[in-house]
């Protein structure tokens, strides 16, 4: 019979299933963020930074400062309640996201496509 290879301890990044929903709040409120915002990342980076902070502190990953992780300017308060978060609007055009010369584009098909 064949043995099987010996364990080995997950990849960083690798975690615990929150089985208790220990985190759920936080979870949700960052879904949400995420749903509201186009799936813009960066809109809701208070928001993931208070799930792996939230973590962290139920032993659910392993203790690392955020900035550590990537969150440089983002400051986690214990006590804030994520349950009922609402994303910041986007600005203007930004839900398409940015192509250069667009406006250049479209200026030229409301000109008929002439050369100004």
Do not use: N
Not at 22 to 30: G, I, R, S, W
Not at 91 to 104: E, H, K, P, S, W
């Amino acid at each position: 019979p064949s043995k099987s290879a010996p364990g080995k301890p997950p990849d960083k990044g690798s975690f615990p299933l929150d089985h208790g929903a220990e985190c759920k709040d936080a979870m949700e409120a960052y879904m949400r963020c995420m749903k509201g915002s186009g799936m813009h990342t960066y809109l809701c980076r208070d928001l993931s930074a208070a799930y792996l902070k939230c973590r962290m502190d139920r032993a659910l990953m392993a203790p690392e400062e955020l900035e550590d992780l990537g969150f440089h300017h983002v400051h986690v308060h214990a006590d804030q309640d994520h349950r009922k978060h609402v994303p910041p609007p986007l600005a203007q055009g930004t839900d398409r996201g940015f192509v250069a010369g667009l406006g250049r584009v479209e200026a030229y098909r409301q000109q008929g496509g002439q050369h100004g």
